[in-house]
């Protein structure tokens, strides 16, 4: 039987000051576990699953030691899962470290001023993925990357991209010569631009853009044109969309 230590453990990880003073997050359900399993920089402190989950992983689950596995059953697991269908396993796993310092020198970053939706945070992380920009930095404001949501929308690739959570203005003043470019509504056409290797590009708020202080703070303002009549685009699908060109 589950100790209750151990459940009012993993159900204050749902909370972001316990994550942080922890250092440790929550990822859930048999797809993206799979996907985390197979990442060299993920390490795994503690597996809960359901016995016939961890018999038929057992070879995807050699390299992790078999005291941190712990077969539970399913009413168990709804007891610690944040789902609402709670969906075999569940696994703890220790936050990456990072340098303090983000380097913009020669790639492509991503810059999220204030995006507060989780969903929107993991759709973009895994957008950062897919094109194969290696790290995401964040405004304070934005929405916790390793919040239950967040770690679901990424579908594996929080394990991939490095996600930092600082002041945009000062990441870009002490790299000056890396251009910046920032998504608008009224900007140069992304499709007129060539493909470039060094850039950051910033995305903002959902309902309230970039702010003035990033914008001033650009080279140049960019826009994927429209043809259609909606207002704007989700801030993860217009960075899928200038990453698809800028990168070809």
Known sequence: MMLKSKVKYIQSLSQKKHRDEEGAFIAEGPKIINELLGQPGITFLEIYALPSWIEKHALLLSPVHPSKIFPIEEHQLKKISSLTTPNQVLAVIRKPFLNERPDLKGKVTLMADAIQDP????????????????????????????????????????????????????????????????????????????????????????SKGISPELLSLAREQITIPRRGHAESLNAAVAMGVILSHLLK
């Open 119 to 206: 969903g929107n945070m993991g759709t973009l992380i895994r957008c950062a993925d897919w094109f194969g920009a290696a790290q995401l930095i964040c405004s304070p404001e934005c929405a916790d990357a390793f919040s239950a949501k967040t770690v679901q929308s990424s579908m594996g690739s929080i394990g991939r991209v490095s996600v930092y959570y600082k002041d945009l203005a000062e990441v870009i003043a002490a790299h000056p010569s890396v251009p910046v470019y920032a998504a608008t509504l009224s900007g140069r056409n992304l499709y007129e631009m060539d493909p470039i290797s060094e850039c950051v590009v910033i995305v903002g708020n959902e």
